[in-house]
């Protein structure tokens, strides 16, 4: 099984600064990297696949980056829904066996 | 717009069965591979099945296999999870998503299951 691990557990950050959130895979997933984002009492949100590419709808202040096993999520300059938990999900295996991390909490400083 | 929406979420005896559904609505349902993910309370998200767009081919995690059955009916434009020989660990809310390759790219909002005598 590939482990996914996110850091660091709990980010807290100012509105408007810049939040960097870390995701390493226990081998490599090439760019089969996808970044979700969960409020309390809400479903999943889909933000970032193939390590880089925003989905529909995302802002830009979204980006994603890395492959192998190191990826980043970068939220350029934080809004106040942005406060959320961020999980990282590999999806390299086949058959399926997909991963995730174990989450980011980002919160306000 | 895509929506999803599960049901027949519950509270059942450990050993014992559930049935969830999904109902989808706002895209060509028979064209795109799904999932079940779960997350137990205040934890992290686990997939947990795959079905291919005909239904033909399923995946499962290690930690439901021989107890969970996944299937599709593409003229209903549902999904079903056979759940079996319920355990305390099972409890979580299941999410049902449309995989188009890998990852999750819609979700439901998650219908919950209590496994507790």
Known sequence: EIVMTQSPATLSVSPGERATLSCRASQSVSSNLAWYQQKPGQAPRLLIYGASTRATGIPARFSGSGSGTEFTLTISSLQSEDFAVYYCQQYNNWPPKYTFGQGTKLEIK | ?117
Not at chain 2, 59 to 68: E, M, N, T, W
Request: aromatic share 14%; with cysteine.
């Open chain 2, 1 to 117: 717009q895509v929506q999803l929406v599960e049901s027949g979420g519950g509270l059942v005896k450990p050993g014992g069965s559930l049935r969830l559904s999904c109902a989808a609505s706002g895209f060509t349902f028979s064209d795109y591979y799904m999932s079940w993910i779960r997350q137990a309370p205040g934890k992290g998200l686990e997939w947990i099945s795959y079905i291919s767009s005909s239904g033909s081919t399923i995946y499962y995690a290690d930690s439901v296999k021989g107890r969970f059955a996944f299937s599709r009916d593409n003229a209903k434009n549902s999904l079903y999870l056979q759940m079996n020989s319920l355990r305390a660990e099972d409890t979580a809310v299941y999410y049902c998503a449309r995989s188009p390759g890998g990852y999750f790219q819609h979700w439901g909002q998650g219908t919950l299951v209590t496994v507790s005598s």
